[in-house]
């Protein structure tokens, strides 16, 4: 008979839970849409060619989103492939929403960067990059549109280097591109996978070793084939070789080709992923690293209200770093001291939800929430140790809110509390005008989200009138302080949730002379 202890670390093995990275339209959408359709998730992704003609991706959840056409929100999504249990974390990749993807990133144990042949490494993929490589979690390429004309590869893999500053191996190497793209040649396994431009996977394994045999020149030609002979020789001599250690540091990223809205080396990505990436780890907490097989614990690192018309509802996101969950478990909440029965957990399948009965480490499950819990609570069955406070981003962009219909009043107040608490804005507030509230945000379009939010799922019309502030800062002083002498024609003193001040400045210059003027006092980017 298996222990407990058994058991989990057999389910530990089984699971890879990543995130994908890119920027907007390198094709996250198609790719996640194929992983899915590989692991029996759903039956038939909807071609995200059709997102014009009202298809969605089954992964989009809200109006907004579907109206844009610009991943808001951010799922997960779970499947089996090939004997492992995979959790997807879908990320939102607007740029404006790139806080809710810091957070996401905390619950992953690697990630996938994906990147458009044609665009090479763009603006969003090197933020999200950092965020990772902070992390120091193993991050694998994948180069996609190969079978439209792109940059060099040579050059692309410079671009990883030069702009990115890690180390590559190319585990695939691609032969051609746009209308002369024939497939891909796997290093290591010495084989050749030929592009049809249908879904089906076909191989060519040369007689002689590597690419010495006759027949590779006559399958692709004689100028592809002196391309692909020249790489691969450049590669073999002065191209980094492979190292799982590196890979597992985030210092060494494995590259491979394809084409995902073909299905053109995805599966040949996700056989080598599963294999190569890693399953969860103890997680640093306060009391020192927690084992997955210790007793059920995890943390929040996403909140999110009315996903669902059918269900209206909020969902803390919860990932599971150790020990087994078993639904109705008691567990503690270390902020509050409170202990809580989670009763109703839910799992993710796209726009699917199932009730979860148990769950291993690196599992995300949704648990209901009636306005309990917070980003970045630790829940956890035994002992009292707390995971890491996730990143916090200070905001960039401000505007003050009114409420323009006064019988909605505590309907406009019930929504700023919600979508704050699930951390889509910050509020502030001024000393004279408690009522008045001013928000917060990192990406600006989280404004229209909001008023979209609030007027769809709150019936609160809202007037937004923007804030000529881009930075805030907490201020520390040994004393309590006068927010008021912080104020002037640059500068706005006011407070955030937990009554803490906080000045509000215009820019860089009026900062450096509040610093100056004021030296008595701290002024933080963190609360
Ligand atoms: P995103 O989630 O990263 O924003 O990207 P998404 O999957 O929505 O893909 C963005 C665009 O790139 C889509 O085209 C999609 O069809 C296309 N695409 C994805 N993978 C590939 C690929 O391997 N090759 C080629 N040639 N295109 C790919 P779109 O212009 O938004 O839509 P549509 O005009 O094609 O319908």
């Not at 740029?95 to 969003?124: P, W």
């Not at 893999?157 to 500053?165: F, I, R």
């Not at 290591?188 to 010495?212: A, C, M, N, T, W």
């Not at 989280?446 to 201020?475: C, S």
Request: proline share 5%; charged share 25%.
């Amino acid at each position: 008979m298996t222990t407990l202890y058994e058991e989990i670390k057999h389910e530990v093995k089984k699971r890879r839970t990543f995130a994908i990275i890119s920027h907007p339209d390198a094709g996250k959408t198609t790719l996640t849409e194929k992983l899915l359709l590989f692991g029996g998730a759903i039956r038939m992704a909807g071609e995200v060619k059709g997102r014009k003609a009202q298809k969605f991706a089954r992964s989009d959840w809200m109006e907004i989103e579907k109206e844009r056409g610009i991943s808001v929100t951010t799922s997960a999504m779970q499947f089996d492939y090939g004997g492992h249990r995979i959790n997807i974390l879908d990320t939102p990749g607007h740029q404006d929403f790139s806080e809710d993807t810091y957070r996401t990133l905390t619950a992953a144990d690697s990630a996938v960067m994906l990147i458009d042949s044609a665009k090479g490494v763009e603006v969003q993929t090197i933020k999200l990059f950092k965020v990772c490589s902070q992390r120091g979690i193993p991050i694998f390429t994948f180069i996609n549109k190969m079978d439209r004309y792109g940059k060099e590869p040579l050059d692309l893999l410079e671009e990883l280097e030069q702009v990115l500053g890690i180390r590559s191996c190319p585990m695939n190497w691609p032969i051609g591109m746009g209308d002369e793209f024939s497939g891909i040649y796997d290093r290591k396994h010495h084989r050749i996978e030929l592009y049809r431009g249908d879904s089906q996977r076909v191989f060519f394994y040369p007689k002689k070793s590597g690419l010495d045999d006759p027949a590779i020149r006559e399958l692709i030609g004689d100028t592809l084939y002196e391309k692909l002979c020249e790489d691969i020789d450049l590669l073999d001599i002065a191209g980094d070789p492979f190292d799982l250690e590196k890979v597992q540091q985030g210092q060494l990223t494995p590259v491979y080709f394809g084409s995902a809205i073909n299905k053109f080396g995805v599966q040949t990505f996700l056989d080598e992923f599963v294999s190569l990436a890693p399953a969860p780890s103890p997680h640093d907490s306060s009391i020192g690293p927690v084992d997955t097989a210790m007793g059920f614990s995890g943390f929040v690192f996403k909140i999110q209200a009315n996903m669902n018309p059918a269900h209206r509802d909020r969902i803390a996101f919860l990932r599971v770093c150790s020990g087994k969950f078993e639904r109705g478990m008691t567990v503690n909440q270390l902020r509050t001291g409170k202990k809580i029965k989670l009763a109703q957990p839910q799992q993710f399948l796209a726009q699917d939800r199932d009730i979860v009965e148990v769950a291993y480490p690196g599992d995300i499950i949704g648990l209901h929430d009636p306005g309990i819990y917070r980003i970045g609570d630790t829940l956890c069955a035994e002992g009292s140790f707390e995971f890491p406070p996730l990143p916090q981003f200070p905001p960039e962009h401000f505007a003050r809110v009114s409420n323009l219909n006064a019988m909605k009043y505590k309907q406009f107040q019930k929504g700023i509390n919600q979508l704050e608490e699930e951390g889509t804005v910050q509020v502030f507030h001024t000393a004279v005008h408690a009522e008045e509230v001013i928000l917060g945000v990192v990406g600006e379009l989280q404004f229209e989200v909001f008023k979209y939010r609030l007027k769809g799922e709150y019936g609160a019309d809202i007037r937004i009138q923007y804030l000529p502030y881009q930075l805030a800062r907490w201020v520390k002083s040994a004393d309590p302080i006068d927010t008021s002498r912080l104020t002037n024609l640059s500068c706005l003193g006011v407070f955030d949730r937990d009554e803490r001040p906080v000045v509000l400045c215009e820019h860089e210059y009026a900062l450096n002379w509040l610093e100056r003027t004021y030296p008595d006092l701290v002024f933080s980017v963190t609360p």
